[in-house]
């Protein structure tokens, strides 16, 4: 065991509904980062994977500052040894 995790995290960002497009370009832009919802209301939701929990507060504090943002909230996050990412799941 090398002892990596993998941390994921869903988040809802509220944005203003005129920053909608420039909010998730910037989301989408951050490594490891996938906006997986938008709606016309300005509500997004996204998914972030990281190597720590410190790296998953790094990106919310990144999309924090991105201009047009009102709110971040995690909504889950769950984090577990990289190997058992690999590990096949039987049927």
């Known amino acids: 065991m090398n002892g990596a995790e993998i941390h ?3 988040v809802l ?3 203003r509904p005129e ?3 420039d909010v998730c370009v910037a989301v989408s832009l951050l490594p490891n980062a996938e906006v997986t919802h938008e709606a016309a209301d ?3 939701v996204a998914v972030l994977e990281a190597a720590t929990s410190r790296a998953v507060m790094q990106q919310l504090d990144a999309i924090r500052s991105v201009r047009g943002v009102l709110n971040v909230a995690v909504v889950y996050q769950h984090a577990e040894p990289e190997e ?3 590990e096949e ?3």
């Open 42 to 44: 300005g509500r997004v």
């Open 19 to 21: 920053s909608l497009h």
């Open 13 to 15: 960002v509220h944005a």
């Open 84 to 86: 058992a990412m690999n």
């Open 89 to 91: 799941i039987p049927e």
């Open 8 to 10: 994921v995290a869903g």
